[in-house]
């Protein structure tokens, strides 16, 4: 009887079942790459806005407050963005006749709001407050990043819930004196550089992160009903 | 000693080339059937219902089900656990009996394999449709993730992932070990060059070797060995996604062997309710004898018999605990609005299945379809009682509502009923369904036909 099939398909049949295992594997490690990558999270990638506005020289260089414009940070889920007004209080007086402001002097004089990108956006599905991070002791920066050093901002993190999780399940690690939170050079508590809270220096995040948890009554709170109401 | 007892497993008169030509016939035949036809015809217009209503589902979501707190398991969970309980006789009949040398089990246990396979495949689409969103499903699985969580692992819903997957991946290599050697005949007497192509890619080489068959022996066995074990645990696992609740009518310990037995006592149900017309059909009395639908039926006695038992200790327990939840529990269903669907699964699954002391009734084949066919209905109903009767009045009347299933529940249910049967059909039609080189094993060397 004649053969069905040539020799060859001993070894096709062995490559192609080793193949897609290797394929499968290679695939999910790649899918996995991806999903935390800035390709896919946006993390890093300043975006371009109607104008340039820049966090590095308002809040970095001239130390304006974090609350001049974004005012319901304290008392809000949301952190507010400045109506035109809010621009105005200044620039009516200085750079009145930059080109560059121009699209600022004309959502003024129209009343049309400015149409900013967004940069920092959290699904729907997800209940999240500003206000209690704030007044537990959770600085802008620990968030959204190096914010006095963007000339045009960029997404510090993924906003994935594994990275709220983080903070969720430890807050010790990250949580700073309440006069600190809206220091945009806040640096945590080091070796080199020490940082009072409670009326004590500390030098080191664990030790002060366990008191302040303590102080603020700060909980881990990792309920699925947390965020997801 | 009856004359059952000691009748044939395989008729006489049979040699090595008769069982295979017999067999592989059914496969290799020039012909198809009409009859197979017009059952593929019927079966695939019920597939179809199934796509319909689970596109729909899609596209509208869960709200088109008569699903609603209280009730908010429904169909989608009866019918899981019917179909998952099914499965369990093929595991059992190729497993349990493999390790147990019941040679009676060889001509029934491939399709009673195929019969496991297709009842998880099933199975496995209720949980997922009532997720709401199946294709977030790799959520149940423990994986690197985004979202920096893992699955509840003190929930029994997650072991039932693992009890399934694990299920339906064993169920398989089994029943494609099973089927190498018979794959590899099929290819060798195949006249078509396509069938031969095929069948020699399905059969993987086999040549039928010495070292062959050792590592077939070796490998069946070991599969044996892990499957036995699952026979038990995932319909315990089943019942943990009730006992462990505490809903009452869910919390009881008598709910993991009351499963067990309830599952194989559906399982063997089917079986009969597939053997007795694929026999008849396909003219294979010889190999599926009389000898065999007597003891699926002695089977289905002794499981019916301890599923009773689980009745009466549900029942027991509810009044001995004193507890005014669980005796109410009882109430309701003696006497609620669901009084019915309990009485009906009384007489289904304990009083009518007592016939089957009878040997009259053991000898007759119409009489078994009917009853293996009320068993079947009979399971289902014990689903249904099980998780609408409790979920609908548990603790707080305020709280109490009722269930009625929507058409689409019907459709989806029905619908996996034409998924079964077309899987079925097409198994029989291209793949042999008794296991030739076993069936082989079975034809008595000359001179020893009076000890068969």
Redesign the interface.
């Known amino acids: 009887m004649a053969q069905i099939f040539h020799r060859s398909t001993n070894t096709i049949s062995r490559v192609s079942i080793y193949g897609s295992l290797l394929v499968l594997l290679v695939l999910s490690f790649a899918l996995y790459g991806l999903s935390g990558s800035p390709y896919y999270t946006d993390v890093n990638l300043a975006k371009d806005q109607p104008v340039p506005f820049s966090h590095r020289h308002h809040a970095g260089e001239l130390g304006i407050d974090c609350r001049y414009c974004h005012t319901s940070v304290e008392d809000s889920s949301f952190a507010g963005l400045p109506p035109t007004k809010t621009c105005m209080t200044c620039h009516s007086q200085i750079w009145t006749n930059s080109e560059m402001l121009e699209p600022v002097r004309a959502s003024y004089r129209s009343g049309k709001s400015l149409e900013w990108v967004r940069v920092n956006a959290l699904p729907d599905f997800v209940y999240f407050n500003h206000s209690i991070h704030i007044n537990k002791g959770v600085g802008c920066t620990t968030c959204h990043g190096p914010i006095a050093e963007m000339a045009l901002t960029w997404k510090a993190n993924t906003l994935q819930m594994g990275w709220c999780t983080e903070c969720h399940r430890q807050p010790e690690k990250y949580v700073r004196p309440r006069d600190q939170v809206f220091n945009a050079r806040y640096e945590p508590p080091s070796k080199f550089h020490a940082v009072s809270a409670q009326g004590r220096e500390y030098t080191d995040q664990d030790a002060m992160g366990a008191v302040l948890v303590k102080a603020y009554k700060v909980q881990s709170l990792t309920n699925c009903t947390t965020c997801h109401r | 000693m009856s004359s059952q007892h000691t009748a044939p497993i395989i008729e006489p008169g049979h040699s090595y080339a008769t069982v295979t030509d017999r067999i592989s016939s059914i496969v290799l035949g020039k012909r198809t059937p009409r009859g197979w036809w017009v059952g593929l015809g019927v079966a695939i217009c019920l597939f179809l219902l199934l796509q319909l209503a689970v596109t729909v589902l899609l596209v509208k979501g869960v709200g088109i089900w008569g699903i609603n707190i209280p009730v908010g398991w429904g169909f989608a969970i009866v019918n899981f656990v019917w179909w998952i309980g099914i499965g369990h006789a093929g595991t059992l009949i190729s497993a349990i009996l493999l390790l147990l040398r019941q040679k009676w089990r060889t001509s029934i246990n491939r399709f009673a394999e195929a019969m496991t396979l297709f009842a998880v495949s099933c199975a496995g689409m209720f949980p997922l449709l009532h997720m709401g969103r199946p294709w977030l499903f790799y959520w149940l699985t423990p994986y690197?993730?985004?979202?920096?969580?893992w699955p509840q692992f003190r929930s029994p819903l997650v072991w039932d992932v693992f009890a399934v997957s694990t299920y339906a991946t064993v169920s398989l290599l089994f029943w494609y070990v099973g089927l190498l050697p018979d794959l590899a005949t099929l290819?060798?007497r195949a006249k078509a060059r396509a069938a031969?192509?095929v069948y020699?890619a399905m059969a993987?080489?086999w040549r039928g070797s010495a070292v062959h068959w050792h590592r077939y022996e070796t490998a069946s066995l070991l599969l044996a060995g892990l499957a036995t074990p699952l026979v038990v645990s995932v319909h315990t696992v089943v019942s943990f996604d009730f006992a462990v609740g505490i809903i009452p009518g869910w919390h009881t310990t008598i709910f993991p062997p009351y499963f067990v037995a309830g599952a194989i006592y559906s399982g063997f149900a089917m079986v009969m309710t597939l053997a007795i017309p694929l026999r008849k059909y396909y003219k294979l009395e010889d190999f599926i004898t009389m000898r065999h639908l007597d003891n699926m039926a002695k089977v289905m006695l002794a499981t019916g018999l301890i599923v009773a038992y689980g009745y009466m200790m549900e029942t027991f327990m509810a009044f001995y605990s004193g507890d005014i939840n669980e005796t109410y529990m009882i109430h309701n269903r003696w006497t609620g609005p669901y009084a019915v669907a309990y009485w009906s699964l009384i007489a289904c699954n304990i009083v009518i299945p007592q016939l089957m002391w009878l040997r009259r009734v053991r000898n007759s084949v119409p009489v078994l379809f009917v009853i293996s066919l009320i068993v079947n209905v009979g399971m289902w109903l014990e689903r249904f009682v099980i998780v609408v009767t409790s979920l609908h009045r548990d603790f707080i009347p305020s709280s109490w509502g009722m269930y009625y299933p929507t058409k689409w529940d019907w459709f989806t249910y029905v619908g996996t009923i034409g998924l079964f049967l077309t899987l079925f059909l097409l198994f029989i039609r291209f793949l042999p369904v008794i296991a030739i080189f076993e069936m082989r094993g079975l034809v008595p060397e000359p001179g020893e036909q009076k000890k068969a």
Request: charged share 15%; glycine share 24%.
């Open positions: 690197p993730n985004t979202m920096g969580t290819r060798d031969q192509v020699g993987m080489g």
